[in-house]
């Protein structure tokens, strides 16, 4: 079945949607975006995704095309529309179509709405899950990491060294610090202290990272938001990786590097555990 997807105040089939060469987002990537999963049909942490979406926006300058009440409505009718009972909805804001392609931003543009989504699977076997092998590498992006623009080329050429490299992630180092994955934030545990870098302008202030920091504060787990240097990324009893697709995803190698004996570690475990309870808190709608 083609899966629903929005464009512009409409709701059609993907297949189905069209826009026009002459939009900013095509021509200069001129746009910002947000992927929210839904678990059970609910979305997850919306109100920090809206936020978020509202920051970028402002930071780029264009107005929010919908206020927070349509969004709910929109995103709900859009859930509701594709049958699985866990989705990935992608939205993305572009500055709209213009009638000449010039870098100045054109009078009197509207914005552009698109938004889709996927089906995700639904268990998660923690015991099932091996771990992953990241390498590291220059990060070579701009320096406003913490929008989320739909200008990914780094990202995309970071992401497919990663691969070409035998990881399935890249950690990117500035500055001889550990900044954040080509597409997730990095936690690491060290002397049984778990670490992740604070916001700022070098990376996304990623949702999935806030759950954790939550859950490590309700949970008395130690936790500290502090810089991590190359050298501790190195010498980490565990390394995680987070994002809203991949979740909570154990490093298990780094380059040459064996990491928590090639295994995923001890307070993972723990955390991915308490993750998976606030996900199925969630479906029960007792938590958001
Ligand atoms: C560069 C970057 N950092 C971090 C994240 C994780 O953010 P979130 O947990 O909100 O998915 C992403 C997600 O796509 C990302 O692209």
Known sequence: ?????????????????????????FLFGDGVYEVIPVYGGRLFRLEH????????LDAIRISNPLAPAEWHLM????????????????????????????????????????AMSTPMAESVDIDAIPGVSAVTLEDIRWNLC?????TLLPNVLLRQQAIDDGGTEAILIKNGLAIEGAASNVF???NGLL????????????ITRDLVIELAANHAIPFREADITEQQLFNAEEIWLTS???????????NDRVISAGKPGPLWRRMINLYQDHKMAIRKGEAS
Do not use: C, W
């Open 195 to 206: 670490i992740t870098p604070p916001n700022g302008p070098s990376l996304l202030p990623g």
């Open 146 to 150: 913490n929008v989320k623009a739909i």
């Open 244 to 254: 809203s697709t991949r979740e909570i995803s154990p490093v298990i190698q780094l």
């Open 1 to 25: 079945m083609v899966p629903t997807a929005y464009l512009n105040g409409e709701f059609l089939p993907l297949s189905e949607t069209r826009i026009s060469v002459m939009d900013r987002g």
């Open 49 to 56: 995704h809206l936020k978020r979406l509202q920051n970028s």
């Open 75 to 114: 995103l709900t009718k859009l859930v509701e529309s594709n049958d699985a009972e866990d989705q990935a909805v992608y939205l993305q804001v572009t500055r709209g179509v213009a009638e000449k392609r010039d870098h100045a931003f054109p009078a009197d543009v509207t914005p552009t709405l698109f």
């Open 188 to 190: 690491i545990v060290s």
